[in-house]
């Protein structure tokens, strides 16, 4: 089969479009076909390298994609044959406390297809049948691809982790992205108001296209102030934040009383300092959120196939332009998803 792979870390070159060996699977796995699958910033993490974790190279990336099932493996049989699905990114050990109580981001040894595991750049993948998601028959499998990882990040942030409720005023930080573009209609569908930061005037625009209700150009306009107008001088009561050191420290001071602030990343850097202060005088949280359970994730599906959800697709590559996508996705000029078609049969959506 034809394959993105991965053999040494580095820039856009280390992206090689090859042929290798169809896998087969092993008991309770099923092999799908893949049709479209989905960038994330993990993939780009994944072919630059990170100091200090070892990635299993060579390694086809690609944690989000949809297909249809090939082969049925050994001791597997709620699927059949042709039956289209996507799938859920992450798995678990499937015998500890965590993964029997369906929190798999807990357990100890969790991974995500595409980093721990072969993904789905590649014309064939094989995953654990737990992990399919049955995809209806009339919705597009490019979509079906888009939304598996950010959503599920997203929803476990504002519902699991913020406990988010009509009325609330939530933030959310870098509107175009993935993550941000599923936080701020997540958190719109449970009630809440929603303000946006983005690094372009356009991007602002497309944030409240997304269900915002206001946003700010954040290097051209203080985000705090217009925020503590935005809030009548309330605060916050949830952050979505995955930038970091160029937005978390700020945000402790934005909340109102008993706000929370919830990260799943630091794309502008780890180490910062935070002032305790406000934390324990106004009784805030800081939560830390990565993925979520099985059981969220078909709580999304659900919501998506039926057109409550409805993933942003900004782009669409053939998969051996997968070095041309992943140069858009660094310079993050764009707003929602990018798609890599590995099946040039598999048709696009409207």
Known sequence: MKAVRIHEHGDFDALVVEEIPTPEPSPGEVRVKVAWAALNHLDTWVRRGVPGHEFPLPLIPGCDFSGTVDVVGP??????????????????????QSCSSGRQNLCRRYGIYGETVDGGNAEFAVVNEENLIPVPDDFPLDIAAAFPLTYLTAWHMVVDRCEVKSGDRVLVHAAGSGVSVAAAQIARMWGAEVMVTAGTDSKVAQGCENGAEFGVNYLTEDWVKAGKRWTEGKGFDIIVD??????????????AKGGRIVTCGVTSGAEMKIHFAPIFFKS????????????????????????????????????????????????????GKILLQIDSESPASE
């Open 75 to 96: 001791e597997a049989g709620k699927f059949e044959v042709g039956d289209r699905v996507c799938i859920a990114p992450g798995f678990g050990c499937g015998r500890c």
């Open 242 to 255: 995955h930038v970091g050191i160029d937005t978390l420290p700020k945000g402790i001071w934005a909340l």
């Open 284 to 335: 805030l949280s800081i939560l830390g959120s990565t993925m979520g359970g099985h059981g969220e994730q078909l709580e999304v599906a659900k919501h998506v196939f039926a057109g409550r959800l409805k993933p942003v697709v900004a782009h669409r590559f053939p998969m051996e332009e997968v070095a041309e996508a992943h140069r858009m996705m660094s310079e993050r000029g764009f707003f």
